[in-house]
Nanobody
Framework: QVQLVESGGGLVQAGDSLRLSCAASGRTFSTYAMGWFRQAPGKEREFVAV????????YYADSVKGRFTISGDNAKNTVYLQMNSPKPEDTAVYYCAASNLFYYSVSAYGAKLAYDYWGQGTQVTVSS
């Protein structure tokens, strides 16, 4: 089992910045990738970004590319999501996820089914 705990959410004004953190514990040695998803009220949970520990490959959703940056420290089992220039439409609960599956194509981690473990989520609200 892997436990994931997100932190760093809150209220931010559009154009400011916010950094989310996700700390993993437990059987983290079997984790190949860690990602971020988000879910706005009344909408499906959607992919945001992923980092694959092997090779450090990164993949972003088009909606956040150029504004958000995912990074991580494999030794500390921690992944971050730096949110720059957030917009009101970025308002959502942000979830961290961990995958025990290896995909050669990092874009495959854009699917929810690629992940085995999920955090409880942290609320991000962007005011205009």
């Amino acid at each position: 089992q892997v436990q994931l705990v997100e932190s760093g959410g809150g209220l931010v004004q559009a154009g400011d910045s916010l950094r989310l953190s996700c700390a993993a514990s437990g059987r983290t040695f079997s984790t190949y990738a860690m990602g971020w998803f988000r879910q706005a009220p009344g909408k499906e949970r959607e992919f945001v970004a992923v980092i694959r520990w092997s090779g450090g490959s990164i993949y972003y959703a088009d909606s956040v590319k150029g504004r958000f940056t995912i990074s991580g420290d494999n030794a500390k089992n921690t992944v971050y999501l730096q949110m720059n220039s957030p917009k009101p439409e970025d308002t959502a609960v942000y979830y961290c996820a961990a995958s025990n599956l290896f995909y050669y194509s990092v874009s495959a981690y854009g699917a929810k089914l690629a992940y085995d473990y999920w955090g409880q989520g942290t609320q991000v609200t962007v005011s205009s």
